[in-house]
């Protein structure tokens, strides 16, 4: 029997239907993402990522609009937005925004180019959900991020980019995400730490983790030394 007599059976239960109640209301069940999806995803990306999205091309004829590049409007949107809605979660952020905002972008184009290797996905979404546990993120706030990003999407790609077709694709693509990443982080909350669907901690071939989050572990740790240093003087 588990804690106040629970079987480990009821606990699973238990912890399925807290998962069911914590996503959020456009989260796609059973959405396989297909290859024409990622084509449609991959496409709107990168009208962002080559500054070629209309919205942008648009607001460049502004001489008030101050934005040099898509990439920088996208992260400024969209992290406007997240402290608007959620600002307690601004505490979170210490690495400063342009760099997080380059960490935001890294991560999108790595789990678009990743979606057709299931394996490749899962191990990436489990690095992600890890990292972001131990950073205090919970898992009632991924619908948050969800929103905030289809929001951004809207604005930085305009209606005819952005259209019903494509913003369908961009949830069914962050469900996927969200069928990972939301179990692992509830369990976390409960117990502390996480059960991957595999243990791969010596595997290399983690390419979201080997290069973007590694990176950012690093830069982490070098601000924790300065300020240790900076305390101790």
Known sequence: MGAGGL????????????????????YIHDGAVTKEDIEVARQSWGYIIEDKSPAFIENKKNPDFDQSSCISWFYGIFYERLFNVHPMCQPLFT???????KFLVKMVSLTLNCLLNREKFQKNME????????????????????????????????????????????K??????????????????????????????????????????????????????????????
């Open 127 to 170: 690095e992600l959900a890890l990292r972001h546990c131990e950073r205090g993120v919970r898992g009632v706030e991924y619908g948050v991020v969800g929103d905030v990003l289809f929001y951004t999407l809207h604005k930085c790609l305009g209606n005819e980019a952005f259209s019903l077709e494509t913003e369908t694709v961009w």
């Open 7 to 26: 079987s480990a059976a009821d606990m699973r239960g238990t912890e399925k239907e807290i998962i069911v109640l914590m996503m959020p209301v456009y």
């Open 172 to 233: 069914k693509i962050y469900s996927a995400m969200l069928s990972i990443i939301v179990p692992l982080a509830i369990e976390y909350e409960r117990t502390g730490m996480v059960t991957k669907k595999a243990e791969r901690a010596t595997d290399s071939g983690g390419e979201l983790m080997d290069s973007a989050m590694k990176a950012e572990m690093e830069e982490d740790k070098k601000r924790n030394s300065e300020n240790e240093s900076r305390n101790e003087s």
């Open 95 to 101: 690495s400063g925004l342009v760099s997080q905002g």
